[in-house]
């Protein structure tokens, strides 16, 4: 079973999307020039990410995606950055490296009760260049949305509390195996996750972070102990800002010359608006194409590894010619 209604909703609105076109004769020249170098697997090996093997992990992977959204700078601002061992990291791996500095210098960031009463001032110090207990000069930005990521912060630790006996890892027990599902539980008991958007008259599901939560957990424990989920193929995509505009850049979709402006201009779109929306479900519905184009040529792969491929291309310069679209969410 599927507890994921995430592709039904999609092609609705691929079906009728103005803004944004498939273009499906692109996929496998994409395939033919790209899909040599993409990854075997998704390694979580890294010197950003916590791991001991143990309940510990689960638990420290949550914090990190209950934050991990919307890290580009606002026009004129510095990027978010932070140091962690000698080594300056911003963006997803900034996050990460803040988290793991600040576990290891004692601060209990995956515990509820210390997520539940956190404030500002604790936050801001975790994520500050430099991290909590050191005595230089604070950072010249903050991470974006800080407030918000305080209150889902909050909001999480509460929720453990009071529906999870405190911890995250009661929910696996409740998932019996289903990363689909274990995705779907996270949506549904914690708000900050509930990725979705009114189009056409109906609902469109994302859940972008429930499903890297799950992906996380998945590519930590190579899909064992608490990674032992039996249907990675279920997930789809992560819709987000840099596979659309990897995408674009491959041909494999296209944007109508008004939105096509207003991105390379940079000019925000607003979230749950139609051209995000169309984008988003777009970019979940190249991704499922081009699962099935490397099945035809005898390789299976799941769209989380095709996410992780193009996310991975879009570090290039190649595929940064022009800007991917700006919209500040807490969902991507």
């Keep these: 079973m599927n507890y994921l209604p995430v592709l039904s909703s999609v092609e609705r609105v691929v079906a009728k999307s103005r803004s944004v076109t498939f273009h499906p004769d692109q996929v496998r ?8 170098i993409i990854p075997a697997s998704m390694p979580w090996e890294h010197s950003c990410h916590f791991f001991d093997g143990s309940e510990k992990t689960v638990r420290w992977i949550f914090t990190l995606d209950v934050l991990n959204h919307s890290f580009w700078p606002d026009p004129g601002n510095p990027v978010w950055s932070v140091i962690y061992k ?3 990291f911003s963006g997803y791996w900034g996050l990460a490296a803040a988290l793991k500095r600040a576990q290891e210098r004692g601060v209990p ?9 956190l404030d500002q001032t604790a936050l801001s110090e975790i994520l500050s260049l430099h991290g909590p207990g050191h005595n230089a000069s604070p950072s010249r930005e903050d991470i974006p949305m800080i407030d918000k990521r305080l209150q889902n912060l909050q909001e999480a630790g509460s929720i453990l509390l009071s529906e999870l006996h405190g911890d995250i890892t009661t929910l696996f027990h409740a998932a019996s195996g289903s990363a689909a599902k274990l995705a779907t539980l996270v949506a549904s008991l914690f708000p900050s996750f509930r990725d979705e958007a009114a ?3 109906g609902k469109v599901y994302f859940l972008k972070r429930a499903q890297i939560f799950a992906s996380d957990v998945f590519a930590a424990f190579g899909g064992k102990q608490w990674g032992d989920f039996k249907d990675m193929d279920r997930l789809t995509a992560f819709a987000d800002y840099k596979l659309p505009q990897v995408l674009r850049e491959l041909g494999i979709i296209s944007y109508q010359p008004e939105l096509a402006a207003r991105v390379l ?3 925000p779109l607003e979230a749950g608006s139609t051209e995000e929306v169309e984008i988003r479900a777009m970019t979940v519905w190249a991704v499922e194409r081009l699962k099935e184009e490397f099945q035809r040529r005898g390789r299976t792969l799941t769209s989380p590894e095709i996410d992780s491929w193009l996310w991975g291309l879009g570090q290039m310069d190649e595929f940064r010619k022009t800007p991917y679209h700006r919209c500040r969410t807490i969902f991507y």
């Design 29 to 36: 020249a994409a395939i033919a020039q790209w899909g040599h």
């Design 265 to 267: 201009a940079l000019a």
């Design 109 to 117: 960031v995956a515990d509820p009760g210390f997520l539940a009463s």
């Design 199 to 201: 189009y056409g008259g």
């Design 86 to 88: 000698d080594n300056i």
